[in-house]
Nanobody, 116 residues
Framework: VQLQASGGGLVQPGGSLRLTCAAS?????????LAWFRQAPGKERERVVC???????DYTDSVKGRFTISRDNARNTVYLQMNSLKPEDTAVYYC??????????WGQGTLVTVSS
């Protein structure tokens, strides 16, 4: 199983980015819970948002109203639309997939830098 994250880059404060995570080698993608985590320099990794196999979502407070997670089970892909980006959103973003409350598979990370 491989998760390939992409879409990171340099963006000015207030800008937007869309991250994509494509899964390969995975069966029954629609059974998996999916999540985006991030890790900023010098900080612990935090879960940004998760989406269950029934499409329920849970966002960390700092991104509510700005970030939106979505999944396309036909394409084995999960997205993270990030709007109104702030410098404190700067981090390496990782996608993850799992079942039974644990994340078994992780992507390689994509760097998001929010700076003027």
């Amino acid at each position: 199983v491989q998760l390939q994250a992409s879409g990171g880059g340099l963006v000015q404060p207030g800008g937007s980015l869309r991250l994509t995570c494509a899964a390969s080698g995975i069966e029954n993608f629609d059974y998996y819970a999916l999540a985006w985590f991030r890790q900023a320099p010098g900080k612990e990794r935090e879960r940004v948002v998760c989406i269950s196999n029934s499409d329920s979502t849970d966002y960390t407070d700092s991104v509510k109203g700005r970030f939106t997670i979505s999944r396309d089970n036909a394409r084995n892909t999960v997205y993270l639309q990030m709007n109104s980006l702030k410098p404190e959103d700067t981090a390496v973003y990782y996608c993850a997939a799992g079942t039974s409350g644990e994340y078994d598979y992780w992507g390689q990370g994509t760097l998001v830098t929010v700076s003027s």
